[in-house]
């Protein structure tokens, strides 16, 4: 069964930074994509960042160049480093993985509709 774990979140400042971990079980991250998504309140989920099997990575545009998807493939978990974060960035953040084997990520990396398992959700609140 697999199992998706985020780690506890928190609260910032503007400018500081967090760094978010997902951990599997059942998983192996090398030989699928994953990614962040967030939902603020009263907002839609949107993608934030994916990374593909190969290691190939995709941004959604407000946090390219502030935020940066990883992965240790011997731990099997996922990590999100978010710098110079904004009050905009404030949300449940989530990961998630795809059921199928997933070389490289596709054209629409960051759409829901891909990933099969979801993380629990991890607050992250940043203050002005």
């Known amino acids: 069964q697999v199992q998706l774990v985020e780690s506890r979140g928190g609260s910032v400042q503007a400018g500081g930074s967090l760094r978010l971990s997902c951990v599997t079980s059942?998983?192996?991250?090398?030989?699928?994509?994953m990614a962040w998504f967030r939902q603020a309140p009263g907002e839609e989920r949107e993608g934030v960042a994916a990374?593909?099997?190969?290691?190939?990575?995709r941004y959604a545009e407000i946090v390219k160049g502030r935020f940066t998807i990883s992965r240790d493939n011997a731990a099997n978990t996922l990590f999100l480093q978010m710098n110079s974060l904004n009050p905009e960035d404030t949300a449940t953040y989530y990961c998630?993985?795809?059921?199928?084997?997933?070389?490289?990520?596709?054209?629409?990396?960051?759409?829901?509709?891909?990933?099969?398992?979801w993380g629990q959700g991890t607050q992250v609140a940043v203050s002005s």
């Open positions: 998630a993985a795809t059921r199928g084997l997933c070389p490289s990520l596709v054209t629409d990396a960051l759409g829901s509709y891909l990933y099969n398992y």
């Open positions: 059942g998983y192996i991250v090398s030989r699928h994509c």
């Open positions: 990374i593909g099997g190969a290691g190939d990575t």
